[in-house]
């Protein structure tokens, strides 16, 4: 395992490497076009994390990936990647194979920034999104299930459509340079919670849909596999047959 940082020094245009955990040899290389050359990295690891390379050092580098502002930020770019999974879960119990998640996730965040951005609101932004989500999940739908399409390819023409489509219409609109702000939502702090160390910051300072995300979650969990609505809704997906079958077994007179 090793993980590898390029920093670049301003004043000499030369690019260092440095290699973690082991901080092993430091490689730097020399501008482009003249001879690479490679000094012989220190054998003390407190020689190396006391030099810098344009401002930053090895404590620096693991001191981030051991603060709470990492982990916090990670739980909150996972709730795109919860809400997405949920759907797919459902998709894929109902018989239909979705591929096409990170197309239709790009169609959803930009119509969420149009929207945020034209109307102001974070909670009209969000309808956006859905609404965008769900034209490109309409699509799939038409395609594979009444068009009886492939749902491989449909999946993959959905993803490419949606990223060329998005890349496209994100700079006719806003640019390439400028650096857009849209209205969005505040962080909700769990009165109690939210200051235990560590764990508040990260779990009990999120935004609404991260408390979303995990009760949607949960919620499907209990009615897949705890409920008789859920066992009929597997078996079906399953087995035509055996739906049948529970279906009269979990029957009202039974």
Not at 9 to 26: G, N, Q
Not at 43 to 52: E, I, W
Not at 63 to 84: K, N, Q
Not at 203 to 210: D, E, G, K
Request: aromatic share 10%.
């Amino acid at each position: 395992f090793c993980v590898c940082f390029f920093f670049k020094d301003p004043a000499t245009t030369e690019i260092y490497t440095l290699s973690l955990p082991d901080a092993l040899p430091i490689s730097r290389h020399s501008p482009i076009g003249t001879a690479d050359h490679v000094d012989q990295a220190p054998q003390s690891r407190q020689r190396v994390a006391r030099r810098r390379w344009g401002g930053v050092t090895v404590d620096t580098i693991v001191d981030l990936f051991v603060s709470t502002a990492f982990f916090a930020s990670a739980v909150r770019l996972a709730v795109p990647i919860i809400l997405a999974g949920t759907g797919e879960v459902i998709s894929e119990r109902a018989g239909i194979l979705n591929i096409g998640l990170e197309g239709m996730m790009l169609m959803g965040a930009f119509t969420g920034v149009v929207g945020a951005a034209v109307t102001g609101s974070p909670w009209l932004g969000a309808l956006a999104a859905a609404l965008g989500g769900m034209a490109v999940a309409a699509l799939h739908g038409m395609v594979v299930i009444r068009w009886a399409g492939d749902q491989i390819v449909s999946g993959i023409a959905l993803n490419l459509g949606a990223l060329g489509l998005t890349t496209y219409l994100s700079r006719l609109m806003f640019g390439t340079t400028q650096q857009l702000v849209v209205a969005h939502f505040e962080p909700i702090n769990i009165p109690g919670l939210s200051t235990i160390p560590f764990f508040g910051e990260v779990l009990f300072r999120q935004s609404p849909f991260f408390y979303l995300a995990v009760a949607v979650a949960v919620i499907l969990s209990i009615v897949l596999f705890r409920s008789k609505p859920g066992l009929r809704w597997r078996a079906r997906s399953e087995e035509r047959r055996v739906g049948k079958e529970c279906r009269s077994r979990w029957s009202p007179d039974h």
